[in-house]
């Protein structure tokens, strides 16, 4: 798969029609870009500048990406935490919070470019709307998963209950998901990673997030067949939700409502190429 480029924000030249546009922003669902197989610091790069270049009027993004093996150490990790310093996997100094982290094929990774003033986010709000997530998408498949006080991510229960028990009890305690953001001028932009099929043997070379002997594991080691992009889009959908469900809550309206309430909205909600601009989370690019 190839990596879809980064759009550019649309606006107007119309004040009154770019104040209005902003404020459609917040009612749309953020587009989400299947970007497959990239490199991570093409990745990196490309949400930086997403993030720099962004205005109150770019709507948000979800990205869901897999990348080559690579290990990424946040702003304030610590490079001991790295065990093996010849394993052949590049290491990235990366700007999230954390510790090092690894990613490789067969996990899904799903960065949230977000405007969080505008959506009325506090972070705490939304690390627990990600991890709510992918306690979802675990769900799906007949898994359970559960966050640890001061650990961010999720892990499997130390007793759970499932179709696909045994794997579980035998992993209890292990980490399946990884979390680590970075806000920037009220913008987000990291995310979650999710081991769906993988490799586990670079874990072994390094502290998993800063704590030495916890165990990382995939959901093919617990039991579940699925696809790569089965699972990234069980996952880009409760993201969606979750993102739809805090709006409810506080009390943003749908694109038709504020089309309804401002007759400058409606225009622009009916314009194809705002439309385009605001995303549609069907129209996904391979």
């Not at 997403?50 to 990406?65: H, K, N, Q």
């Not at 007949?142 to 130390?158: D, F, H, M, S, T």
């Not at 998901?177 to 995310?191: D, Q, T």
Request: aromatic share 6%; net charge negative; proline share 7%.
């Amino acid at each position: 798969m190839c990596a879809t480029p980064v759009s550019s924000p649309q606006t107007s030249s119309d004040p009154l029609i770019a104040e209005s546009l902003a404020d459609s922003a917040v009612f749309a669902p953020p587009l989400v870009r299947w970007r497959g197989n990239e490199a991570y610091q093409a990745s990196f790069d490309a949400m930086r500048d997403f993030t720099a270049a962004r205005d109150a009027t770019t709507p948000d993004e979800i990205w869901l990406v897999e990348h080559p093996p690579v290990f990424t150490l946040g702003q304030a990790g610590k490079p001991e935490h790295l065990l093996v310093a010849n394993s052949g996997i590049p290491l990235v100094q990366i700007d999230r919070g954390g510790q090092i982290t690894y990613h490789g094929p067969g996990q899904v990774v799903a960065y949230l470019l977000l405007d969080l003033r505008r959506r009325k986010l506090m972070v705490r709000e939304l690390v627990t709307l990600i991890e709510d997530a992918v306690i979802e998408t675990l769900a799906a498949y007949n898994l359970a998963g559960v966050r640890k006080a001061g650990a961010p991510g999720i892990y499997v229960p130390e007793q759970a209950e499932s179709a696909v028990s045994a794997p579980l009890a035998t992993h209890a305690g292990a980490k399946v998901a990884a979390l680590g953001l970075k806000i920037r001028n009220g913008c987000s932009y990291h995310g979650v990673s999710l081991n769906v099929s993988m490799d586990l043997s670079p874990f072994l070379a390094i502290n998993p997030c800063g704590y030495a002997g916890l165990e990382t594991v995939d959901m093919a080691t617990l039991g579940v067949n699925a696809s790569w992009r089965d699972v990234a889009a069980t996952l880009a959908a409760r993201l969606e939700a979750n993102l739809a469900a805090h709006a409810q809550r506080a009390n943003i309206p749908s694109v038709a409502e504020a089309a309804a309430a401002d007759p400058v909205v409606a225009p622009i909600a009916a314009d194809p190429a705002a439309e385009a601009a605001t995303g549609n989370p069907t129209a996904s690019a391979v």
